[in-house]
Nanobody
Framework: QVQLVESGGGLVQAGGSLRLSCATS????????MGWFRQAPGKEREFVAV???????EYAESVAGRFTISRDNAKNVVSLQMNSLKPEDTAVYYC????????????????WGQGTQVTVSS
C-alpha cells in the first residue's frame, strides 16, 4: 500500500519559515517525480514545486526564490523549505507523486497525500 504523509505545517508570521516533509512508503521512490501543490479556501489547487528523480526542479513563479524543494532517495522523503512566507501562502499543502515529471507539473498524479495546513499571519 502506497502512502504519502505530509508533516511540518503550522502557524507562522509573515516573513517566517517552515519546512514541510513528505514521508513515502510502498513505492519505488527514486523512480518518481515528487511535487508539492497547495489549495487555499475557495481557490483552485495550484502547482508549487516539483523535483525529478535526478534532482531537476521547477517552481511556480509565485514561490520561486523563496521555496526550495529537495529529496532524499535514501529516506524516501521529499521536503519543501519555505522562507519569507506571505499571507497569500496560506493553504493546505499536498505532496504528490508521478513517474512522469511533465504530467506531475500539470497536476496529474499517481499518488497524493492527505495534506498539511500552513497558515501565515500578517
Amino acid at each position: 500500500q502506497v502512502q504519502l504523509v505530509e508533516s511540518g505545517g503550522g502557524l507562522v508570521q509573515a516573513g517566517g519559515s517552515l519546512r514541510l516533509s513528505c514521508a513515502t512508503s510502498g513505492l519505488s521512490f527514486s523512480m518518481y517525480a515528487m511535487g508539492w501543490f497547495r489549495q487555499a479556501p475557495g481557490k483552485e489547487r495550484e502547482f508549487v514545486a516539483v523535483i525529478g528523480w535526478s534532482g531537476t526542479t521547477e517552481y511556480a513563479e509565485s514561490v520561486a526564490g523563496r521555496f526550495t524543494i529537495s529529496r532524499d532517495n535514501a529516506k524516501n522523503v521529499v521536503s519543501l523549505q519555505m522562507n519569507s512566507l506571505k499571507p497569500e501562502d496560506t493553504a493546505v499543502y499536498y505532496c504528490a507523486a508521478n513517474t512522469n515529471y511533465g504530467k506531475l507539473i500539470r497536476g496529474e498524479y499517481d499518488y497524493w497525500g492527505q495534506g498539511t495546513q500552513v497558515t501565515v499571519s500578517s
